[in-house]
């Protein structure tokens, strides 16, 4: 595996930088790139006052084609520098997130999600001429099908007061001391995003270690939040202004200590248990019992491994299911066994095999 120089900057076009970087070299792509806006004309509020919108170069685009000609070329290279379990995220408003996804899965990248970002303060539709737009679009997509890509999903939970984290967040824009002004008080950069929301994207795709790319850095978002976390990560940025405002930003970041930077660790990758290990550990014996947690479902433990009860025998999942008359069962915290101190879910047996499991 190639190793390359990480919490940098580089200054140049994202195609032709991305292209000089190796194969397989990083492990995740955050790209927020042009919207290609297609704005007409100055946009005012009602007392006249002009609306900052962005009208910057580098987000027009003459026609269609070449904006998709550009997503293809910048989307083909950030694939190449993916590792095979690499994964990518890429943001867009409704001018361009359709376009990019078509493009993403003609590449082959394998979509997982789709996140619909809503936010808390959107700019307010002053013409009155169609909806507020209050969301922008997330896409979260492996290099391909087989990718396993990372998803700290307990980490997700936790974060969310230990309910499941949705596919819609709602967050505040990017305002107060975040937003980065120059010296004449205005935005220094006109989509700069909030710090909230790339905590979310590299806390649930990526670990401590991994080395992040985003090819759009603007004002280096996702560098100081890569620091933060942790996160090892390169920028590639073409305008003077906006990298010496991500320099200052990212220089003034502490990065955190090694323990602080854990986070709940996912059942799913936790080493696989079949229950039969807890029969040949003597955790359990052939012919112990095994009770529902409202102690009205029984099954004996037999020696190969499963249960069996007065009409059915098979696997704690199946005799789980089975004794419910459900289509599916978690045998691990349905089925409990007696303690000293009273009825215990399975799975404690099972957290102490894999903590005698080589790490």
């Known amino acids: 595996?190639?190793?390359?120089?990480?919490?940098?900057?580089?200054?140049?076009?994202?195609?032709?930088?991305?292209?000089?970087?190796?194969?397989?070299?990083?492990?995740?792509?955050?790209?927020?790139?042009?919207?290609?806006?297609?704005?007409?004309?100055?946009?005012?509020?009602?007392?006249?006052?002009?609306?900052?919108?962005?009208?910057?170069?580098?987000?027009?685009?003459?026609?269609?084609?070449?904006?998709?000609?550009?997503?293809?070329?910048?989307?083909?290279?950030?694939?190449?520098?993916?590792?095979?379990?690499?994964?990518?995220?890429?943001?867009?408003?409704?001018?361009?997130?359709?376009r990019v996804g078509g493009i993403l899965q003609d590449q082959g990248f394998w979509i997982q999600n789709d996140i619909i970002w809503r936010k808390t303060n959107p700019m307010p539709n002053f013409r009155g001429t169609r909806f507020t737009n209050a969301h922008e679009t997330l896409i979260w997509a492996t290099k391909n099908e087989k990718s396993r890509g990372t998803f700290n999903y307990d980490a997700m939970k936790m974060l969310n007061e230990g309910v499941q984290m949705r596919s819609d967040w709602t967050l505040p824009i990017c305002t107060g001391h975040e937003r980065l002004k120059g010296e004449d008080g205005a935005k220094a950069h006109p989509t700069q995003k909030p710090e909230s929301l790339l905590h979310r994207v590299l806390l649930s795709s990526t670990n401590p270690g991994d080395i992040v790319l985003d090819p759009f850095f603007g004002t280096g978002t996702t560098g100081a939040v890569a620091k933060k976390l942790g996160r090892k990560w390169i920028g590639i940025e073409r305008e003077d202004s906006y990298i010496a405002h991500a320099k200052r930003r990212i220089d003034r970041i502490t990065a955190s200590n090694a323990e602080s930077l854990e986070v709940t660790p996912s059942k799913r990758s936790a080493p696989r248990v079949p229950f039969g290990t807890i029969i040949e550990r003597g955790l359990l014996q052939p012919g112990d019992k095994l009770f529902s947690p409202n102690g009205r479902h029984v099954a004996n433990v037999r020696a190969d491994g499963s249960l069996a009860t007065s009409d059915t025998r098979g696997s704690i999942h199946q005799v789980g299911a089975y004794v419910q008359q459900a289509t599916a069962c978690n045998g691990w915290t349905y089925w409990h066994f007696k303690t000293d101190k009273g009825m215990a879910p399975i799975d404690l047996l099972r957290a102490q095999v894999r903590e005698t499991m080589p790490g």
């Not at 032709?16 to 190796?22: A, D, K, T």
């Not at 397989?24 to 790209?31: G, H, K, P, S, T």
């Not at 580098?58 to 379990?85: C, G, Q, S, V």
């Open 1 to 98: 595996m190639s190793v390359i120089s990480t919490n940098r900057i580089i200054q140049g076009d994202c195609i032709q930088e991305m292209s000089r970087l190796p194969d397989e070299c990083v492990d995740l792509v955050f790209a927020d790139p042009p919207y290609n806006l297609q704005l007409g004309g100055d946009l005012s509020r009602p007392d006249n006052s002009k609306v900052a919108g962005v009208t910057d170069a580098w987000d027009r685009f003459d026609t269609m084609d070449a904006y998709d000609l550009f997503t293809h070329e910048w989307m083909t290279e950030a694939r190449r520098i993916l590792k095979p379990n690499g994964a990518i995220w890429v943001m867009g408003s409704y001018h361009n997130i359709f």
